[in-house]
C-alpha cells in the first residue's frame, strides 16, 4: 500500500523525522481500581456551557506518557461531572487507542460515537476537542499537542468545523477559573 | 505529522474488521466537448468528490495498469503514477498535488475531481475546466461561459442582469416574437435563480441551440431595453429592462436598438477599482450534513442558506458587487471544495455562515470566529515554501501556490480577517444580541484555505427554543443579512482607503 508512496513523499508531508517515528502502542489497560492514584486537573463544561472548567479528581498512576494519557481520558469519558458542570464528550464515546511519537505529540483515538452522538454546533464542538487537548496537556508536562483520531483514522472534523487533521496545541482562551465566574447567560 | 496518523490509523484499521467507508453516489459530472455531452460518474468518499479512473478510459483514451501499490495511467502519451492514500501523482515526472489522496476501493482507483484539471489535463495538453457548481468539464478550446441570473422587480419595470465570466459578446433581440439573448459561445454554463410571480416575466430558459437564453415575458411586458458594462476584466454584464407597454414604443425600440451603455440602475455602482469585487458566501453544512439541529427540529443547513441568500440579494442590489453561494441548494459540500471555491472565483471575502448549539439550551447569541493557527500550521507552510524552492513546479511555480493555498492560505490574512470580524461583531450587536463571548479565534476547517480575509459567523443559537424560533424566522434572518451587508461596506471602505 505504501511502496511506491515513498517514492512520492509530498513536501506537505515531508517530516522525516516522522517517518522515522516508531509507534509506541499503548499496553491494554490496565487493572483498575485499586493501585496508586494521582491528582488531576480534568476539564468539564462551564455551568453556562460556553467554556471550560479545571477540576481536580483521582485518577490512576499509569506508567509513561501514554498510560497516563489512557487513564486521564478514560477518566474524562467517564463523565461524571460535579455539578453544575457537564462533560463535553458524547456519553458512549470509547477510547480505542493512546500514542505518543518521537515528538511527544499525543494521538488519542475514539471510536465513531464521538462523532454520531455529538449535538453539533461549533461552541460545543471546541468544548469537546478542547477539554480533550486540554486535560492531556496540562496534565502530561512533556506533552505539547494532542491530535485526535476517530476510529483509527485521521478525521477533517468532529461535527464540521475543528480542524483536526494536526495536532492541537492547549487552549487558554476557553478555560475559566472557578473564582472568575463567566457571565451569566440572559 | 498526518503521515505518522495515518500510518497508525493504518494499524488500527487493518485490525479492525469491516471498517466501513462512506460511499455515496453524488450527481454526475457533464462533459462537454466538441463531440457532444457524455456524463462521467461521481463518488462521494470522505466528503470529497472522486471519479474512478476505469471512467476515464473512454472519454479520455487512458489506460491504466496497476503495479505495487500504484496505478500507472498513459494518457496522451504521457505518464501519471497515482499512488494509494497519497494526496500527490506525478505527471510525466513531476509532481502536482491534490486537496484528497488517491484511494483504491474495491478494486476501482479513485481521483479527487481536481485530478481532471490538475493532471490528467497537463498530461492530455488539453485545457480541462472543472465547474463544480454547475457539475460541468470544459474541455479543449470550447467556449461556455458562466452566466449568472438575476432578477430586480419593481413596479414600473422587471431588470434581468447577466454576468458573464469571462467576458462574451452578447445580443438581445426579437426572434418569433420571443426576447433571445444570443451569446458568441459553443453553450452556456447558465444559473438562474428561482423566479416568484412577474408581471413583466415568465421564465428565463436555456435555447435548444445551447448558445442562446429566451426571456418568457409576462403579460404586462411592453418593451425592452438592455445596456452592457464590464464591471472588471474579468466579466461582463447585460442588463435587460423589461418594460409596460407605452405610446412611446418607438422610443423604447430606439433605445434597444442603440443599446446604448447609459447606467440604468443609479443606484448600483459600478466601481471597478475598488478593493471589494467579489464576495463569497458559504452557507454552513448542507446535503448529509445536517449541522446543529433545534429543539423543533429547524435545521442548522437550511437557515444557513436562507440568511446567505438573503445577503446575496443585499449585496447585489445595493453594491452592484459579484457574490457568489458555494452552494445554491441542499447539498453536500467538502471543506476544501468550499474555500477553492472562493479562491476560483477570486474572492476578495469569504464569509462562512452557521448556527450554533449548545448542550445548554439558556445559551444564545451571535460570534464571530476567525482562524486561529497552530504552530504545526507554521510549520507547514515553511515547509511548502522551501519545498517551493527545491521542488520541480508543474508550469512553474504552480507548484507551490497549490500548497499554501490548501494547507495555510489564510495564514497570511489573518490581521485582515480580525478587523473584518471585528466590523461584523459590531453590525451584529446594533442589531441581535450577542454572545458573551462575541468575537473569537479557534482552528476553524473552513477557513484554513480561504487565500482572502475569511470570517465564520455563528448567528444564534438553535438549541435555544426562542432562538430557534428567531433564526427561522424572516425578520432575523434579514437583521443579520443587514448587519453582514454594513461590516462589507465598512470593510471595502477600509480597503479602498489602503489601495494607492
Given at each position: 500500500?505504501?511502496?511506491?508512496?515513498?517514492l512520492?513523499?509530498?513536501p506537505?508531508?515531508?517530516?522525516?523525522?516522522?517517518?522515522?517515528?516508531?509507534?509506541?502502542?499503548?499496553?491494554?489497560?490496565?487493572?483498575?481500581?485499586?493501585?496508586?492514584?494521582?491528582?488531576?486537573?480534568?476539564?468539564?463544561?462551564?455551568?453556562?456551557?460556553?467554556?471550560?472548567?479545571?477540576?481536580?479528581?483521582?485518577?490512576?498512576?499509569?506508567?509513561?506518557?501514554?498510560?497516563?494519557?489512557?487513564?486521564?481520558?478514560?477518566?474524562?469519558?467517564?463523565?461524571?461531572?460535579?455539578?453544575?458542570?457537564?462533560?463535553?464528550?458524547?456519553?458512549?464515546?470509547?477510547?480505542?487507542?493512546?500514542?505518543?511519537?518521537a515528538?511527544?505529540?499525543?494521538?488519542?483515538?475514539?471510536?465513531?460515537?464521538?462523532?454520531?452522538?455529538?449535538?453539533?454546533?461549533?461552541?460545543?464542538?471546541?468544548?469537546?476537542v478542547y477539554?480533550?487537548?486540554?486535560?492531556?496537556?496540562?496534565?502530561?508536562?512533556?506533552?505539547?499537542?494532542?491530535q485526535?483520531?476517530?476510529?483509527?483514522?485521521?478525521?477533517?472534523?468532529?461535527?464540521?468545523?475543528v480542524?483536526?487533521?494536526?495536532?492541537?496545541?492547549?487552549?487558554?482562551?476557553?478555560?475559566?477559573?472557578?473564582?472568575?465566574?463567566?457571565?451569566?447567560?440572559? | 505529522?498526518?503521515?505518522?496518523?495515518?500510518?497508525?490509523?493504518?494499524v488500527?484499521?487493518?485490525?479492525?474488521?469491516?471498517?466501513?467507508?462512506?460511499q455515496?453516489?453524488?450527481?454526475?459530472?457533464?462533459?462537454?466537448?466538441?463531440?457532444?455531452?457524455?456524463a462521467?460518474?461521481?463518488?462521494?468518499?470522505?466528503?470529497?468528490?472522486?471519479?474512478?479512473?476505469?471512467?476515464?478510459?473512454?472519454?479520455?483514451?487512458?489506460?491504466?495498469?496497476?503495479?505495487?501499490?500504484?496505478?500507472t495511467?498513459?494518457?496522451?502519451?504521457?505518464?501519471?503514477?497515482?499512488?494509494?492514500?497519497?494526496?500527490?501523482v506525478?505527471?510525466a515526472?513531476?509532481?502536482?498535488?491534490?486537496?484528497?489522496?488517491?484511494?483504491?476501493?474495491?478494486?476501482?482507483?479513485?481521483?479527487?475531481?481536481d485530478?481532471?484539471?490538475?493532471a490528467?489535463?497537463?498530461?492530455?495538453?488539453?485545457?480541462?475546466d472543472?465547474r463544480?457548481?454547475?457539475?460541468?468539464?470544459?474541455?479543449?478550446?470550447?467556449?461556455?461561459?458562466?452566466?449568472?441570473?438575476r432578477?430586480?422587480?419593481?413596479?414600473?419595470?422587471?431588470?434581468?442582469?447577466?454576468?458573464?465570466?469571462?467576458?462574451?459578446?452578447?445580443?438581445?433581440?426579437?426572434?418569433?416574437?420571443?426576447?433571445?439573448?444570443q451569446?458568441?459561445?459553443d453553450?452556456l454554463?447558465?444559473?438562474?435563480?428561482?423566479?416568484?410571480?412577474?408581471?413583466?416575466?415568465?421564465?428565463?430558459?436555456?435555447?435548444?441551440?445551447?448558445?442562446?437564453?429566451?426571456?418568457?415575458?409576462?403579460?404586462?411586458?411592453?418593451?425592452?431595453?438592455?445596456?452592457?458594462?464590464?464591471?472588471?476584466?474579468?466579466?461582463?454584464?447585460?442588463?435587460?429592462?423589461?418594460?409596460?407597454?407605452?405610446?412611446?414604443?418607438?422610443?423604447?425600440?430606439?433605445?434597444?436598438?442603440?443599446?446604448?451603455?447609459?447606467?440604468?440602475?443609479?443606484?448600483?455602482?459600478l466601481?471597478?477599482?475598488?478593493?471589494?469585487?467579489?464576495?463569497?458566501?458559504?452557507?454552513?453544512?448542507?446535503?448529509?450534513?445536517?449541522?446543529?439541529?433545534?429543539?423543533?427540529?429547524?435545521?442548522?443547513?437550511?437557515?444557513?442558506l436562507?440568511?446567505?441568500?438573503?445577503?446575496?440579494?443585499?449585496?447585489?442590489?445595493?453594491?452592484?458587487?459579484?457574490?457568489?453561494?458555494?452552494?445554491?441548494d441542499d447539498?453536500?459540500?467538502?471543506?476544501?471544495?468550499?474555500?477553492?471555491f472562493?479562491?476560483?472565483h477570486?474572492?476578495?471575502?469569504?464569509?462562512?455562515i452557521?448556527?450554533?448549539?449548545?448542550?445548554?439550551?439558556?445559551?444564545k447569541?451571535?460570534?464571530?470566529?476567525?482562524?486561529?493557527?497552530?504552530?504545526?500550521?507554521?510549520?507547514?507552510?515553511?515547509?511548502?515554501?522551501?519545498?517551493?524552492?527545491?521542488?520541480?513546479?508543474?508550469?512553474?511555480?504552480?507548484?507551490?501556490?497549490?500548497?499554501i493555498?490548501?494547507?495555510?492560505?489564510?495564514?497570511?490574512?489573518?490581521?485582515?480577517?480580525s478587523?473584518l470580524?471585528?466590523?461584523?461583531?459590531?453590525?451584529?450587536?446594533?442589531?441581535v444580541?450577542?454572545?458573551?463571548?462575541?468575537?473569537?479565534?479557534?482552528?476553524?476547517?473552513?477557513?484554513?484555505?480561504?487565500?482572502?480575509?475569511?470570517?465564520?459567523?455563528?448567528?444564534?443559537?438553535?438549541?435555544?427554543?426562542?432562538?430557534?424560533?428567531?433564526?427561522?424566522?424572516?425578520?432575523?434572518?434579514?437583521?443579520?443579512a443587514?448587519?453582514?451587508?454594513?461590516?462589507?461596506?465598512?470593510?471595502?471602505?477600509?480597503?479602498?482607503?489602503?489601495?494607492?
Open positions: 500500500m505504501s511502496g511506491l508512496g515513498r512520492l513523499r509530498t506537505a508531508e515531508p517530516a522525516p523525522e516522522a517517518a522515522a517515528e516508531a509507534p509506541e502502542l499503548a499496553p491494554p489497560p490496565g487493572p483498575p481500581a485499586a493501585g496508586p492514584r494521582i491528582k488531576a486537573t480534568l476539564f468539564y463544561a462551564s455551568a453556562d456551557g460556553q467554556r471550560m472548567v479545571g477540576v481536580e479528581r483521582e485518577v490512576p498512576l499509569a506508567e509513561g506518557t501514554v498510560a497516563q494519557a489512557r487513564a486521564l481520558v478514560e477518566a474524562l469519558l467517564a463523565g461524571d461531572a460535579p455539578a453544575p458542570l457537564s462533560s463535553t464528550i458524547p456519553e458512549g464515546t470509547t477510547l480505542r487507542g493512546v500514542f505518543v511519537s515528538r511527544n505529540e499525543v494521538f488519542v483515538d475514539l471510536d465513531a460515537t464521538v462523532r454520531t452522538k455529538h449535538p453539533g454546533g461549533s461552541m460545543q464542538e471546541l468544548l469537546t477539554s480533550l487537548v486540554n486535560t492531556i496537556v496540562v496534565n502530561l508536562p512533556t506533552v505539547s499537542e494532542v485526535i483520531l476517530i476510529n483509527g483514522q485521521e478525521a477533517d472534523t468532529l461535527a464540521g468545523h480542524d483536526l487533521r494536526r495536532p492541537l496545541r492547549k487552549n487558554e482562551g476557553l478555560i475559566v477559573t472557578p473564582d472568575t465566574p463567566t457571565e451569566s447567560p440572559s | 505529522m498526518p503521515r505518522l496518523a495515518k500510518t497508525l490509523a493504518f488500527l484499521v487493518s485490525l479492525t474488521a469491516g471498517n466501513g467507508w462512506a455515496v453516489t453524488n450527481p454526475s459530472l457533464t462533459i462537454l466537448s466538441r463531440e457532444g455531452r457524455r462521467l460518474p461521481v463518488t462521494v468518499i470522505n466528503g470529497q468528490d472522486y471519479v474512478a479512473v476505469d471512467e476515464l478510459a473512454a472519454p479520455f483514451g487512458t489506460a491504466a495498469r496497476e503495479a505495487a501499490g500504484g496505478l495511467l498513459t494518457a496522451g502519451g504521457r505518464t501519471i503514477i497515482v499512488t494509494a492514500d497519497q494526496t500527490v506525478s505527471v515526472g513531476r509532481l502536482v498535488s491534490l486537496p484528497a489522496p488517491a484511494l483504491r476501493r474495491d478494486n476501482r482507483w479513485y481521483v479527487p475531481l485530478f481532471l484539471p490538475r490528467l489535463s497537463p498530461a492530455l495538453d488539453t485545457r480541462l472543472l463544480r457548481p454547475s457539475r460541468l468539464l470544459i474541455t479543449g478550446d470550447l467556449r461556455v461561459p458562466r452566466i449568472v441570473a432578477v430586480e422587480s419593481g413596479s414600473a419595470s422587471t431588470s434581468v442582469t447577466f454576468e458573464i465570466t469571462p467576458v462574451t459578446p452578447a445580443k438581445v433581440g426579437i426572434e418569433s416574437g420571443r426576447l433571445v439573448v451569446f458568441e459561445a453553450a454554463d447558465l444559473a438562474v435563480p428561482t423566479l416568484p410571480q412577474q408581471a413583466f416575466l415568465s421564465s428565463i430558459t436555456l435555447a435548444d441551440t445551447g448558445s442562446a437564453v429566451n426571456i418568457g415575458t409576462g403579460p404586462r411586458y411592453g418593451a425592452f431595453r438592455s445596456s452592457s458594462s464590464q464591471p472588471d476584466a474579468s466579466s461582463s454584464r447585460l442588463t435587460v429592462d423589461l418594460l409596460p407597454a407605452t405610446t412611446d414604443l418607438a422610443g423604447a425600440a430606439a433605445a434597444a436598438a442603440t443599446a446604448a451603455p447609459d447606467p440604468v440602475r443609479p443606484s448600483v455602482t466601481t471597478p477599482s475598488t478593493g471589494l469585487r467579489t464576495v463569497v458566501i458559504d452557507p454552513g453544512h448542507g446535503g448529509d450534513e445536517l449541522g446543529a439541529q433545534g429543539p423543533r427540529g429547524t435545521l442548522e443547513k437550511d437557515i444557513t436562507a440568511v446567505s441568500r438573503r445577503l446575496r440579494t443585499m449585496i447585489e442590489s445595493r453594491l452592484g458587487l459579484r457574490v457568489f453561494l458555494t452552494r445554491e447539498r453536500t459540500i467538502s471543506h476544501d471544495d468550499r474555500s477553492a472562493a479562491n476560483s477570486q474572492a476578495d471575502v469569504f464569509l462562512s452557521h448556527a450554533n448549539a449548545a448542550v445548554r439550551p439558556a445559551i447569541g451571535a460570534e464571530v470566529y476567525y482562524l486561529s493557527v497552530e504552530r504545526a500550521d507554521a510549520e507547514a507552510r515553511k515547509r511548502a515554501e522551501d519545498a517551493a524552492i527545491t521542488l520541480p513546479a508543474l508550469g512553474g511555480g504552480t507548484r507551490s501556490i497549490d500548497l493555498l490548501w494547507e495555510t492560505a489564510q495564514s497570511r490574512y489573518l490581521e485582515q480577517s478587523t470580524a471585528g466590523m461584523i461583531e459590531s453590525g451584529l450587536r446594533a442589531r444580541e450577542m454572545s458573551p463571548r462575541a468575537v473569537q479565534q479557534a482552528p476553524f476547517r473552513v477557513l484554513v484555505g480561504a487565500n482572502m480575509p475569511a470570517t465564520l459567523v455563528e448567528i444564534g443559537y438553535l438549541s435555544n427554543p426562542e432562538q430557534e424560533q428567531q433564526l427561522a424566522s424572516a425578520a432575523y434572518q434579514e437583521r443579520v443587514e448587519a453582514l451587508y454594513d461590516a462589507l461596506v465598512r470593510f471595502r471602505g477600509l480597503l479602498e482607503r489602503a489601495a494607492p
